[in-house]
């Protein structure tokens, strides 16, 4: 059980740091671009926090924050960095990657963020490929950036968030000298309102098939039209509250359910440096709004049964596990649409006054408006147990190339299985193979640099090819039911190519053939390894063996440490998430059209899962 979450569960008071629950009305009014967001909102609520740290720490409110981006876009501006121009972005989740951020947007220019766990090679190629000038790093990444700089000569300008610059550095900058640089005569005013909603807000990186990732442009339209559709969908969502920042920044989903968001609502937002600590803070922040992937939603699950286990009152333990029995049963009733007997509803009304309700403070979801989970596929358990807590969980999908737009599960209509309707104003249909086809103004403007991938992205009509295969019900509902891009999703919610990982860990040993990295919807990566025939004979003949057989080196205990080599020196070269923890060699041959491969040797993926996955489900044990 996660203690953090279990203090959490058994603290009865609410913490001194909880943040206000002031009501304040929606507002809606139209804007362009998130620079006239941004300078809406400072002018509604100047007073009122914009940004803080977890214990508050650290706290800004929106005039604050107003001041320190237009010193930092005018630091920008005096390096010569303004429409077109790329700002990369490696940091934890803290004030500073927002404020840069929309400094960076308040001068025209795209931020972009890097997965803080990328190796130097992952780093080269993002911002290399972004073509960044200037990089703003934490700490404990700048060995990886500088390393990676070696490779890259438009990167100019480096600054370090924070702490003493290392000796033997001297193109990096402590970012203080940023915001006083400003330049001479800057008008930001002019600045951020000569921004158009054409201009690209941010490039999100996302890794496809081939391995090696895309960058999806979104420009200020995209945005704004997407979060229009989430407020249509959710008139509540509009209001100004609490937000939670702590998913990567780098991932679109955290600037959609934080970031973006509180620049048109005034919301506050709290920032998690390391996630692992934000389901505990949750009766600090009480967050209005919560999305986050299954994962998490799994281990509350978890966390909150084993409480109710450890119940020192076995009257009262019977008494909550019969409660969650009945809700749960009441929840599937209606669900499917059947009617509640009068007894059973009752007897779940007065179970979550006197038990639920609590559950509910303790974990500091009294003032939600929204639950969500998306990214991955949910569990039906894990729906029904929140339900009957009272924390319905909209399931969602979206994805970067559509600004997270997609479907939702309406809070009072949710169907377990599907992932909702689509929000006002996209378009949803099928392809004649099932595929998922969207459209609307939140379709990114394309793939950067890439107008081939973008074409096949985007058709002659405007439809995005999603590479999701789906199903709609009469009533609009969608059920994903298959993907058509092999990636890998794991259990939480990030998407990885398995071919890349494959690439890196057979380019390490002539000795290993087939490789398939395994880990969708799983808590980490494992591979099947084959071993290549002729590579097969050549380390026999290397190393001395007699029986150079497939079958026989699978099982030498060398070659056992020899494939450990080469996915060791692979992982080097892989972000944390994607590395492979376990491998199984496998004592046979891959032959070409066979159940296994294509006749042009390529893996088929669903038929290998199915037909190992005993093999499987052993490397996840215990």
Known sequence: MDTTLQATLQTTALATTTLPRTQIPAERFDVATLCEAFQQTVTRFPDRVALRTAGGARELTWLEYRDQVRQFAAGLAGLGIGRGDTVALMLTNRPEAMIVDAAALHVAATPFSVYNTSSPEQIAYLVGHAQARVAVVEPEFLDRVMQAKASLPALEHVFVVEGEVPAGMPDVRPLSDLAVAGAPGFDFTASWQAVTPQDVAVLVYTSGTTGAPKAVELTHANILAARRMWEKAIPALTRAGRYM?????????????????????????????????????LTEVRPTWAATVPRMWEKMKIAIEAQFAQEPDETRRVAIAAAVDAAIAKVRMEMAGQPVPDELAQACARADA?????????????????????????????????????????????????????????????????????????????????????RGAAVMSGYRNNPEKTAEAIDADGWMHTGDVGRIDADGYVRIVDRKKELIINAAGKNMSPTNIE????????????????????????????????????????????????????????????????????????????????????????????????????????????????????????
């Open 245 to 281: 920042s702590y998913l990567p920044m780098a991932h679109l989903a955290d600037r959609q359910v934080a970031y973006y968001p509180s620049l048109l609502t005034g919301s506050t937002v709290t920032c998690f440096t390391d996630a692992r600590t934000a389901m505990s803070s």
């Open 354 to 438: 006197a038990i639920f309700a609590k559950v509910r403070e303790r974990l500091g979801f009294d003032d939600v408006d929204v639950l969500m989970s998306g990214a991955a596929p949910i569990s039906a358990e894990v729906l029904e147990f929140f339900a009957a807590l009272g924390l319905p969980i909209s399931e969602v999908w979206g994805m970067s190339e559509t600004a997270t737009t997609g479907t939702a599960n309406p809070r009072d209509g949710i169907r377990i299985g599907t992932v909702g309707k689509p929000l006002p104003g996209l378009e949803v249909r099928l392809a004649e193979d099932g595929e998922l086809l969207v």
């Open 503 to 622: 690439n890196k860990i057979k380019a390490g040993s002539s000795l290993i053939g087939s490789v398939v990295a395994i880990g969708d919807r799983r808590p980490y990566n494992t591979a099947l390894i084959t071993l290549d025939p002729e590579g097969a004979v050549e380390y026999a003949r290397a190393n001395g063996l007699p029986d150079a057989s497939v079958a026989a080196l699978a099982a030498d205990e060398s070659v056992q440490r020899h494939v450990e080599e080469a996915v060791a020196a692979a992982n080097t070269k892989l972000s944390r998430v994607e590395q492979i923890k376990k491998f199984t060699i496998l004592a046979e041959m891959w032959l070409p059209d066979s159940d296994v491969l294509t006749p042009t040797m390529k893996l088929k993926r669903r038929p290998i899962a199915e037909k190992y996955a005993a093999r499987i489900d052993a490397m996840y044990a215990g």
